[in-house]
Nanobody
Framework: QVQLVESGGGLVQAGGSLRLSCAAS????????MAWYRQAPGNQRELVAA???????NYADSLKGRFTISRDNAKKMVYLEMNSLKPEDTAVYYC????????????????WGQGTQVTVSS
């Protein structure tokens, strides 16, 4: 199993930047695919960005060029660099991990953090 703890959220003005961090513990982090999701009030949770265990990244089309996901396997950390933030980026951001078993079974992410609030003011 892996435990995930997000940090780095907060209040920022439109056009500003934030860096979210996700600290993982408890298992072989390097074998997990990792991702950031977000959920705004009244909306479904949506994928923001993902990075596979081999380092391949994937982004929501609407966020390409503004957000960057990265991972540091030695530190068991995942990061989300967010630039040119807009009010519509306001949401709770969640770190997620997919175990090798879940990947083998073709399932979704099976480990989740508690989330960190990002608020972008206009």
């Amino acid at each position: 199993q892996v435990q995930l703890v997000e940090s780095g959220g907060g209040l920022v003005q439109a056009g500003g930047s934030l860096r979210l961090s996700c600290a993982a513990s408890g298992s072989i982090f390097s074998t997990y695919d990792m991702a950031w999701y977000r959920q705004a009030p009244g909306n479904q949770r949506e994928l923001v960005a993902a990075v596979t265990r081999s380092g391949t990244t994937n982004y929501a089309d609407s966020l390409k060029g503004r957000f960057t996901i990265s991972r540091d396997n030695a530190k068991k950390m995942v990061y989300l660099e967010m630039n040119s933030l807009k009010p519509e980026d306001t949401a709770v951001y969640y770190c997620a991990g997919r175990s090798p078993l879940a990947r083998f079974q073709g399932g979704n992410y099976d480990y989740w953090g508690q989330g960190t609030q990002v608020t972008v003011s206009s």
